[in-house]
């Protein structure tokens, strides 16, 4: 080997060092965290839970007398967000990095605000003497938080593509109110499977919401990593991605594990919040 190519390796071995160090932390952490929360596919879902959410059981759906691992307000955001994903790709806009047009954003802010005013009533209903609008109930909780979770989707996603690809799509996620319309459309649909309470149903959803937690702190994170890093408007393929995802990972279940562990040390259970 001649010393110029010798040099060339070993310049290249302090690039990977940063990388290499992600992807042990993120194992490390992913690790502890596998081994010490609860056994089975639904109770790790209930540990993603249990570290943004409330997880009270007379507020969420369940499976047989199981609970499921998020409360129906935030079932419903994170299918929603999924499924706004989803439709997304679906529709061949993965990489668009153009926000709706005004009238769309108003849309999803009336739909923010909706879910807001509902889990302001909602949470005034926990004190008897305090006026409310209405008696809040699951149903309302659901549909109000996949209405956010598909507006969080129109937003989050253009800001990622922005940010991380060379060849972001010049075109709106959501083109026109047809778009949204159907995108609508899909979400009832989702809602209505939900409340059929069919456990062969709700498994599934029950995984996929949770997953939808890791994947939307994923997502997040991994912009800023790219913003932080200066490495914005760099790569073209999902590989190139890699260790901005992996970071975001990192994060993200490092997040999860240190809410999950905060939250256990003060009430001793996996439980949700008591009524």
């Known amino acids: ?83 706004g994903f989803a439709y997304a790709f679906v529709r061949g806009r993965g990489r668009s990095g153009v926000m709706p047009v005004w009238p769309i954003l108003l849309v999803l802010g009336a739909f923010g605000l909706a879910f807001a005013i509902d889990g302001t009533n909602s ?12 008696t809040p109930n699951n149903t309302l909780r659901l549909i109000t938080g996949t209405l956010l979770g598909v507006s969080l989707s129109a937003l989050v996603l253009p800001g990622f593509n922005q940010t991380a690809w060379k060849d972001w799509g010049r075109e709106p996620v959501l083109r026109s109110f047809a778009d949204l319309g159907m995108l609508l459309l899909l979400a009832g649909g989702l809602i209505a499977f939900v409340l059929t309470d069919n456990p062969l149903i709700l498994y599934p959803l029950a995984l996929i919401s949770s997953l939808g937690v890791l994947g939307l702190l994923t997502t997040v994170y991994s912009m800023l990593f790219v913003i932080v890093t200066r490495r914005e408007n760099r790569e073209t393929s999902w590989r190139g991605m890699g260790l901005a995802l992996t970071a975001g ?8 594990a240190l809410f999950d562990l905060a939250r256990y040390g003060l009430t001793g259970t996996w439980n949700g919040f008591q009524l």
């Not at 949470?123 to 209405?134: D, E, I, Q």
């Open 249 to 256: 990972l990192t994060l993200a279940m490092a997040q999860i």
């Open 1 to 83: 080997m001649s010393s110029a190519s010798a040099l060339g390796d070993r310049a290249v071995e302090p690039a990977r060092l940063p990388s290499l160090l992600v992807f042990l932390l993120g194992g490390a952490i992913i690790g502890a965290w596998l081994y010490l929360t609860p056994g089975g596919l639904l109770g790790k879902a209930d540990a993603i839970g249990y570290a943004v959410c409330h997880r009270i059981d007379l507020r969420s759906f369940h499976l047989g007398d199981r609970q499921l691992p998020l409360c129906s307000r935030c079932t419903g955001m994170y299918l929603g967000a999924v499924l």
């Open 123 to 134: 949470y005034l209903s926990f004190f008897p003497a305090l006026p409310h609008l209405y």
